[in-house]
Nanobody
């Protein structure tokens, strides 16, 4: 089974930037949708951004659109989350997750934030935005 590992979390000042990495144990980017999610203390986990494996289309939550960018690395197993103009409300544990594009008779050409569809999760990386 595919395994995911996030890294790059840190303490950063408001207005700063940070890039998170999600590395998969296999070359999966063409066959999996990759999502970034986050969970703040006392809050439910929410979708942040995702990248569709079929054609690279991306989605963003309204709260991060224009500040965060999801991209893939040069190899078929790495996805980045570039975060700019960070705010204290971005403080959370960030997780990446993988969802098969094709599962049985179902084709999920466009990624989304339905967490139940993602069957592989990383362990998370802490992002803290504070002065």
């Amino acid at each position: 089974q595919v395994q995911l590992e996030e890294s790059g979390g840190a303490l950063v000042q408001p207005g700063g930037s940070l890039t998170l990495s999600c590395v998969a144990s296999e070359f999966i980017l063409n066959s999996y949708n990759i999502g970034w999610f986050r969970q703040a203390p006392g809050m439910e986990r929410e979708g942040v951004s995702c990248r569709s494996g079929s054609d690279g289309r991306t989605q963003y939550a309204d709260s991060v659109r224009g500040r965060f960018t999801i991209s893939r690395g040069d190899y078929e197993n790495t996805v980045f989350l570039h975060m700019n103009n960070l705010k204290p409300e971005d403080t959370a544990v960030y997780y990446c997750a993988a969802d098969r594009v094709v599962s049985g008779d179902t084709v999920k050409a466009l990624c989304d934030f339905a967490q139940y569809e993602y069957d592989t999760w990383g362990q998370g990386t802490q992002v803290t935005v504070s002065s």
